[in-house]
């Protein structure tokens, strides 16, 4: 994502084509456009105060929730596991990301760079 030349972001979109083809019982297939977004975890802020059309943690017409991605109070993908401790800061993805890491054997150093690709919300959805 650009903005106004002034400063570009590592973040970006990407457009990609969904293609489905189905040959049995009945030949059947459909392709559809969409995005996603790769967020510079690091940037969040700043995409949100700079993109108008963009929100981080409340409503707009493109938003990403963070605690919709890596919930720390519940076992993620297995059960033997425990749940992600909070690292300090509930809200904020990228030390959750750090501390899942962290809980499988891998740190993640203090300047590493976390890229979410993900689909955003829309209007809410």
Known sequence: MKTDGAHAFRSTL??????H????P??????????YLAI????LPELSL????????????VSLRERDYLPIT???HNASRPAIAPSGAA???????AAFCLAHGIELGADAR???VTLPRIAGY
């Open 14 to 19: 990407f457009e990609c084509v969904v293609r």
């Open 21 to 24: 083809e189905r040959f049995a």
């Open 26 to 35: 009945k030949s059947h297939a459909f392709a559809y456009r969409l995005f």
């Open 40 to 43: 510079d975890l690091d940037e």
């Open 50 to 61: 700079r993109l108008r059309l963009f929100s981080v943690n409340r409503a707009n017409l």
């Open 74 to 76: 519940e076992p993620l």
């Open 91 to 97: 809200d904020s993805l990228k030390p959750r990301v």
């Open 114 to 116: 976390v890229v979410l």
